[in-house]
């Protein structure tokens, strides 16, 4: 996802490439402590195709792109994995840096290159995190849950609740309940 300066002109011009699954992955687990739980949240599910069309004015590259896929997501209801769709239009500008410092640019959507090429990969990073549900659920893709949701913690929750005792001085209130029932 690299682009050499000497290449690009004033006039627009079209790449395309295909953002491979290692690079996702390794992507995805970046920004997660090893063994926690969010290091299972997401997953490459495939590579992902990327279109850019770029133009240099002077020292300055313009970039608009779009970025399509899909990454894997575990669902925080059922804890089974599905499909989220990624479809990212990014813009932007590359810029050279003022007396080589490389701290981070005061505007949005501005990138710093380094030499004599341009990197996408921090604008693709930026754009992916802030794309992916923080809590993924099936029903953001599907209709309902694939897996049964807290099924089994409801079954045994319902049957503790029916084994458990009652306090005695509570006794007379649940007769009053069970008579209402009936």
Known sequence: ??????????????????VSQEW?????????DEGSVEAELYAASGPMDMQV?????????????TLTGEIKCMCVRCLEFFGFPVSLELQGIFIMPEHDSYETPDEPFTYFYDGGEIDFSQPVR????????QNPSCEMVLDS???????????????????TTIDPRWAALQELKSSLKK
């Open 1 to 18: 996802m690299k682009l050499k300066l000497n290449a690009l002109y004033a006039e627009e011009q079209h790449f395309q490439w295909e």
């Open 24 to 32: 996702i992955k390794e992507l995805l687990q970046s920004d997660v």
């Open 145 to 163: 849950c694939v897996g049964e949701p807290l099924k089994a913690i409801e079954e045994q929750t319902s049957e503790a609740d029916e084994e």
């Open 53 to 65: 069309w770029v133009h240099r004015n002077d020292e300055d590259v313009f970039f608009r792109a």
């Open 126 to 133: 930026e754009n992916i995190f802030l794309e992916i549900p």
